[in-house]
């Protein structure tokens, strides 16, 4: 595990890509938010962290903090190589997040994701992880699709 670098990005876009978080058509926006975070995220507080495996990124975490809150943080992407989901690597990448944000004195972890079936055993993931659900936003992401917001309180761990 380590912090992401500029020539990260590009793999990082492939791989959320193959891990089915966005679609093919976004690998251009995906490559234009890790360069913004490389000129100017990383000075504002975002973070981005990738699990390599054979020299090649095989997961990748980015969160960033919530503005106008006192210490919430948003988890935006987490996304582990699909021959690889299921060995506890998402699990890793996500206690690292954590580890930091408490490293930091920081309060609460928001992560947004999708109630459509797509996402099943992504809402698993984050309820096995402590994440508890804490809003539904109806007709989020597209009519039928809703927003399901997990929420878990850094301190009290
Ligand atoms: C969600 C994700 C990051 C979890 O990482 P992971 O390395 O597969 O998860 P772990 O091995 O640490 O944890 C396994 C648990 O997570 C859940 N899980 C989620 N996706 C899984 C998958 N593809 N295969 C197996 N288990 C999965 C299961 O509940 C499993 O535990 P169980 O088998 O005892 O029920 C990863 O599967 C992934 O990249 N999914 C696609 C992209 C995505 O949904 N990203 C999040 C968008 S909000």
């Given at each position: 595990m380590r912090p992401a670098a500029p020539s990260d990005s590009a793999p990082i876009a492939q791989l959320v890509i193959e891990a089915d978080?966005?679609?093919?058509?976004?690998r251009g926006f995906i490559e234009e938010m890790m360069a913004s975070y490389f000129a100017t995220g990383q000075a504002s507080g975002h973070a981005c962290i990738v699990d390599e495996r054979d020299g090649r990124v095989v997961g990748v975490a980015y969160y960033q903090p919530k503005t106008a809150t006192d210490r919430v943080w948003d988890l935006t992407m987490i996304a582990v190589h699909p021959a690889l989901q299921g060995q506890g690597r998402g699990a890793t990448l996500l206690a690292q997040v954590e580890q930091d944000l408490r490293d930091q004195d920081q309060r609460l972890l928001l992560i947004e994701t999708s109630a459509s079936a797509q996402y099943d055993l992504t809402r698993r993931f984050y309820g096995k992880n402590g994440?508890?659900?804490e809003a539904r936003i109806r007709?989020?992401?597209?009519?039928g699709d809703d927003l399901v917001l997990f929420r878990k309180a850094l301190k009290t761990q």
């Amino acid at each position: 595990m380590r912090p992401a670098a500029p020539s990260d990005s590009a793999p990082i876009a492939q791989l959320v890509i193959e891990a089915d978080m966005f679609p093919q058509e976004a690998r251009g926006f995906i490559e234009e938010m890790m360069a913004s975070y490389f000129a100017t995220g990383q000075a504002s507080g975002h973070a981005c962290i990738v699990d390599e495996r054979d020299g090649r990124v095989v997961g990748v975490a980015y969160y960033q903090p919530k503005t106008a809150t006192d210490r919430v943080w948003d988890l935006t992407m987490i996304a582990v190589h699909p021959a690889l989901q299921g060995q506890g690597r998402g699990a890793t990448l996500l206690a690292q997040v954590e580890q930091d944000l408490r490293d930091q004195d920081q309060r609460l972890l928001l992560i947004e994701t999708s109630a459509s079936a797509q996402y099943d055993l992504t809402r698993r993931f984050y309820g096995k992880n402590g994440y508890d659900e804490e809003a539904r936003i109806r007709d989020y992401w597209e009519d039928g699709d809703d927003l399901v917001l997990f929420r878990k309180a850094l301190k009290t761990q």
